[in-house]
């Protein structure tokens, strides 16, 4: 599947973004999706994920409560609502899609095989 992510932009504190990822090449419905982050000179950051049987989504501590991850599979796109940014939100954020994972590698960037190019997210102060 090859995911294409876009909506990211310089917005300031207290404002609020929503990503897409447009998903293509297979069947969308079937892969557990997710969204990572990563800031200059950090690690890739687990930011939320949600199954394919679209039950309840999962977050990092970080963003739960701002941010809302939500996926349409009639469209094959992947949503990531982001309210309240703070500047620390800054990085480059990453869609990515894979299949048979199980519920405690959710938060593990090497359980995914499909990655979306990133699109980036700056909040100024």
């Known amino acids: 599947v090859q995911l294409q992510a876009s909506g990211g932009g310089l917005v300031q504190a207290g404002d609020s973004l929503r990503l897409s990822c447009a998903a293509s090449g297979r069947t969308f419905r079937g892969y557990t999706v997710a969204w990572f982050r990563q800031a200059t000179g950090k690690e890739r950051e687990f930011v939320a994920a949600?199954?394919?049987?679209?039950?309840?989504?999962f977050y990092a501590d970080s963003v739960k409560g701002r941010f809302t991850i939500s996926r349409d599979n009639a469209k094959s796109t992947l949503y990531l609502q982001m309210n309240s940014l703070q500047p620390e939100d800054t990085a480059v954020y990453y869609c990515?899609?894979?299949?048979?994972?199980?519920?405690?590698?959710?938060?593990?960037?090497?359980?995914?095989?499909?990655w979306g190019q990133g699109t980036q997210v700056t909040v100024s102060s």
């Open positions: 949600i199954k394919s049987t679209n039950s309840n989504p």
């Open positions: 990515t899609a894979t299949t048979g994972i199980i519920h405690s590698n959710l938060g593990v960037p090497s359980s995914y095989y499909y």
